[in-house]
């Protein structure tokens, strides 16, 4: 019993170093325009905060030099920056640079403001477990963001890949998602969630994965029905049968603007 107990004791040990070197490939905030926050307040923008694993983060195809920039909720400030963005790991491109210019059509002229914190590989329990770094990491930025005044209006949720490969139950992604919403609650947030279906890496969809995230947006208040990022299957939308190529980055984004727009004007944002 003493090996097994050692054995899961240096596993554990093991896969929250191996958390903590990702957290560490985070893009950090470099020379990026800086603006006033409180004057981004008072414009009451549509502030959204995108969570999730390498399709959230910056592991698209590559970025075109010259993108129009977007306003960012980073490290406690308000800039304007373009891919790779600050707050996700990878160095390409990200479905969260080209979401502004497809909701403009949708939310008529209101500000937005993204915030992001996306890392590569990360399973749902990387960001729920009590003790892990990323559940830490994901705790502060909500804080942030209420400090300064701009609380996430929705959540956006892009992850399943990881769990679709450790086979992780339906049941215990449901009981995941759980603790992910009642972690954001614990921060004073009470944005909807807005779950993608986002489970293929080389792979087929994960079935069981996808019915927890359709039942539980069906059947719980504190979540939404996001895109179906699924269907962007194929070399057209996948540069490496993973991660989203450009025409994927910008197909995922319109999908996303739709939904969002979809359940901004069926629910009244948190102020």
Known sequence: MAVILFAGHRQKAHQQAEL???????????NEPELSCREI???????????????????????????????????????????????????????????????REHVHGKPIVLSVLAVDASSIAEWTSQDSALRQRLLEQLATLRQLGLPP??????????????????????????????????????????????TICRSAPAEEIRRAIESKAANDQRFRLGPDTDLLSGEGFRHDGCHLSIDGLTSAARMWAAAISDHAYKTSAPP
Do not use: M
């Open 153 to 198: 209006n929705f959540v956006l949720w892009q992850q399943g890949e990881s769990d679709a490969r450790l086979a992780t139950s339906g049941r215990d992604y449901s009981r995941q998602l759980d603790a992910l919403a009642a972690t954001i609650s614990e921060a004073g947030i009470a944005a909807p969630i807005i779950l993608a279906r986002s």
């Open 20 to 30: 903590l070197a990702k957290l560490q490939q985070i893009v950090r905030i470099g």
């Open 41 to 103: 307040v008072t414009e009451q923008p549509l502030v959204l905060l995108a969570l999730g694993q390498s399709n959230a983060a910056n592991h698209g195809a590559g970025f075109k030099p010259g993108a129009q920039a977007i306003t960012l909720v980073v490290e406690g400030r308000c800039v304007t920056a373009t891919d790779p963005l600050p707050g996700a790991t990878g160095r390409g491109g990200s479905i969260w640079q080209r979401l502004p210019d497809a909701l």
